[in-house]
């Protein structure tokens, strides 16, 4: 499938859906093997893209999706390849994780409850631009977490549990935790900047990262 454009729907042959528009509530689902490639299409007014095929590869890149009722997109897929997505005020989150795993790496996304939200799932986040949401980047079983700009938000960075390597990541601006890890991670921190959010770095329960010198990790404003 090539251009176009249409609702919301199901697609369930073997095929690359590319440059086509959805608009209208509801959700474009792929579904069992269907869909290698979804590409360069744009969902507005309300769809969201629901993977939930795990016995394919699926390449889900360069799509711009706005405004979407809920998650903007939602996987379930083995071996998901989201990158390159342009994702602005979801209903919930940006891109989730639910089941399966996932590379989500060189997306945008803007003014979403949670950009990116592992949520049951294993996901690489790599290169990520995430700006003015609530959270940027939260989950666990989350094992890479690195070279992400997570800024303007209400909190960057949280990871509740699991092994994970958070570097080269950029994360400020943010009113509440810069980053934030759980009781129950295992963390290796290198190359990242953390400053200028409401508490830069907040650890909870025994939470003890291994953070080397590489890492610039600022202290916290004076509370007034």
Known sequence: MSGGSGTQGHVDQPTSVLTATFAGGGEVGIYDDSVVRFDGNTLTGGPHLYVQSRAAAHEVTN?????????AINSHGDLTVI???RISDPGEAGIRIRNGSATVAGN???GAQSGIRAAGGTADIVGNILVGNDVGINGME?????G???RDGL????VSGGDVVIDGNVVEGNSGSGLSLGAATTATLTDNVI???GENLTLIGDAEPQIDDSNEICEDAPAE
């Open 63 to 71: 799509n711009v999706i706005e405004g979407t009722l809920a998650y």
């Open 83 to 85: 990158s390159g997505n």
């Open 108 to 110: 945008r996304v803007s």
């Open 142 to 146: 989350i094992p890479v977490v690195q």
């Open 148 to 150: 992400n700009t997570v």
């Open 155 to 158: 909190a960057g960075i949280q």
């Open 195 to 197: 400053c200028g959010n």
